[in-house]
T-cell receptor, first 114, second 111 residues
């Protein structure tokens, strides 16, 4: 069964510092890959997605993610974190081929300190 | 364009009572999904509608959960009777294809 691993449950960074959130997936074929964010009191918002092609994907709010097939990873990055980035981040995959359900990682809570 | 909406945003009920959650998808999206997040756990798939038909209900925990999608528009998820372990946040999502757009969720607390 496919699975998504986010090894960091909580991360604290200083405002202005760089950020990298890790995500690894386990699946036979490369799935479609996503990052979602849930800000306090909000729903899940799509940050970015990877289907194929360029392995460096740009998203909203200054985020990017890099797909590395050899490592089965899809890590999320941001060069300079803002206080408003404090939220919970979810890596997710969808099996290729047809309309399929989303499988989520457990989520990483990001705290931003001044 | 309006996003996915869910009602209510919060619900607190006693064990044994019935609760109905509602989801209004983005207009024109044939695919509608329900997910649930129990505290401290992953967001888990419950079921998938394509229009009014259930495509996949493999994630439904048991027969106390009943989902419907009237006329391929809005959907309801009924829990009857509710148990303590049903507490969590229930998310609805709709999709025209591969990208799912999520609602804000309904936080259900069973006491």
């Amino acid at each position: 069964a496919q699975s998504v691993t986010q090894p960091d449950i909580h991360i604290t960074v200083s405002e202005g510092a760089s950020l990298e959130l890790r995500c690894n997936y386990s699946y036979g074929a490369t799935p479609y890959l996503f990052w979602y964010v849930q800000s306090p009191g909000q729903g899940l918002q799509l940050l970015l997605k990877y289907f194929s092609g360029d392995t460096l994907v740009q998203g909203i709010k200054g985020f990017e993610a890099e797909f590395k097939r050899s490592q089965s990873s899809f890590n999320l990055r941001k060069p300079s974190v803002h206080w408003s980035d404090a939220a919970e981040y979810f890596c997710a995959v969808v099996q290729t081929g047809g309309y399929q359900k989303v499988t989520f990682g457990i989520g990483t809570k990001l705290q931003v300190i001044p | 364009e309006a996003g996915v909406t869910q009602f209510p945003s919060h619900s607190v009920i006693e064990k044994g009572q019935t609760v109905t959650l509602r989801c209004d998808p983005i207009s024109g999206h044939d695919n509608l999904y329900w997910y649930r997040r129990v505290m401290g756990k992953e967001i888990k798939f419950l079921l998938h509608f394509v229009k009014e038909s259930k495509q996949d209900e493999s994630g439904m925990p048991n027969n106390r959960f009943l989902a419907e999608r009237t006329g391929g528009t809005y959907s309801t998820l009924k829990v009857q009777p509710a148990e303590l372990e049903d507490s969590g946040v229930y998310f609805c999502a709709s999709s025209p294809g591969l990208v799912a757009y999520f609602g804000p969720g309904t936080r259900l607390t069973v006491t």
